[in-house]
């Protein structure tokens, strides 16, 4: 099996920072793409940023120019540095891998559990 685990999520006032991480363990060979998505209450689950194993980034429209991803491949954790806060940032925050098990084995989608953000205005 494959366990993501999240860490550094919390309250926060507005124009403040926080930084996450996320580190995969378990059966792995490789990890391909890693990355964060959110969802707040009653909406849909979206993307926050994704880093290639070869960091290429993307990110979502509303968190580019705050939010830093990056990635530290021997230990298998990904980072999201969020600075300059708002209130409609908070949501909870679900780190993704998209891992490959085996050698020649297909890649497979795993996620966390999540941690929640909240920023207060």
């Known amino acids: 099996q494959v366990q993501l685990v999240e860490s550094g999520g919390g309250l926060v006032q507005a124009g403040g920072s926080l930084r996450l991480s996320c580190t995969a363990s378990?059966?792995?060979?490789?990890?391909?793409?890693m990355g964060w998505y959110r969802q707040a209450p009653g909406k849909q689950r979206e993307l926050v940023a994704t880093?290639?194993?070869?960091?290429?980034?993307n990110y979502g429209d509303s968190v580019k120019g705050r939010f830093t991803i990056s990635r530290d491949n021997a230990k298998n954790t990904v980072y999201l540095q969020m600075n300059s806060l708002k209130p409609e940032d908070t949501a909870v925050y679900y780190c993704?891998?998209?891992?490959?098990?085996?050698?020649?084995?297909?890649?497979?989608?795993?996620w966390g559990l999540g941690t929640q953000v909240t920023v207060s205005s």
């Open positions: 993704n891998a998209k891992i490959v098990r085996w050698a020649f084995g297909d890649e497979s989608d795993w």
């Open positions: 880093i290639t194993d070869g960091s290429s980034t």
């Open positions: 378990g059966r792995i060979y490789s990890i391909n793409a």
